[in-house]
């Protein structure tokens, strides 16, 4: 099972709204991933946790606020957006926390913001 | 120069012709090279994965590897509506990072 699932599958909210994203895998991986993808482009890197720990951060405004409560599960806090973070967020795992590892990608989440 | 560079499309052809899609890529260091098919509005699902040169065979898809001339190509034989998809190639970075290719819109016709 390459598992990955996301909620919620779509989300809108105001400038001034906080929500969050989430993301859980039950496949024992050690890495987990969230990246932004707009339309007609490919997913660009937001955030890397390998073990639970952030280690890459790929220059994410602070509006954005990861979270790795366990090995299952990925956060991604939302507040102060603007229209043009408006996206499709992507949560993907690996089994490895090496850079040679195939990552598994859930559905995503369409976000809307107004 | 982008590290991986692939032609977005769109590419169109009839049911049951061979398909090749290709990336070129700029960096040399080690690494594996995969490709992944994304339908509309939905996560990217991983097709393939290879590191090494040559060919890799899975049903009707086939992955190939030039490490000589910096070339990946994945070919669909075979080829059915329900390929209609976005494909992307991508190659592993150092550090966990995956770096994809603008990805081709590809389109089947019955």
């Known amino acids: 099972d390459t598992e990955v699932t996301q909620t919620p599958k779509h989300l809108v909210m105001g400038m001034t709204n906080k929500k969050s994203l989430k993301c859980e895998q039950h496949?024992?991986?050690?890495?987990m991933y969230w990246y932004k993808q707009k339309a007609k482009k490919p997913p660009e890197l937001m955030f890397v946790?390998?073990?639970?720990?952030?280690?890459i951060n790929e220059s994410v405004p602070s509006r954005f606020s990861p979270e790795c409560p366990n090995s299952s599960l990925l956060n991604l806090h939302l507040h102060a957006l603007q229209p043009e973070d408006s996206a499709l967020y992507l949560c993907?795992?690996?089994?490895?926390?090496?850079?040679?590892?195939?990552?598994?990608f859930g559905p995503g989440t369409r976000l809307t913001v107004l | 120069q982008k590290e991986v560079e692939q032609d977005p499309g769109p590419l169109s052809v009839p049911e049951g012709a061979i398909v090749s899609l290709n990336c070129t890529y700029s960096?040399?260091?080690?690494?594996?090279f995969m490709w992944y098919r994304q339908y509309s509005r939905k996560g990217p699902e991983l097709l393939m994965y290879?590191?090494?040169?040559g060919n890799k065979e899975d049903g009707r898809f086939t992955a190939q590897v030039d490490k000589s001339s910096k070339y990946i190509s994945l070919f669909i034989r075979d080829s059915q509506p329900s390929d209609s998809a976005t494909y992307l190639c991508?190659?592993?970075?150092?550090?966990?990072?995956?770096?994809f290719g603008q990805g081709t819109r590809l389109t089947i016709n019955p």
């Open positions: 993907a795992s690996s089994r490895k926390t090496i850079s040679a590892d195939t990552q598994y």
């Open positions: 496949m024992g991986h050690r890495a």
């Open positions: 946790y390998s073990y639970e720990k952030l280690s």
């Open positions: 960096n040399s260091a080690f690494q594996y």
């Open positions: 290879t590191y090494s040169s």
């Open positions: 991508a190659r592993t970075l150092v550090a966990q990072k995956l770096v």
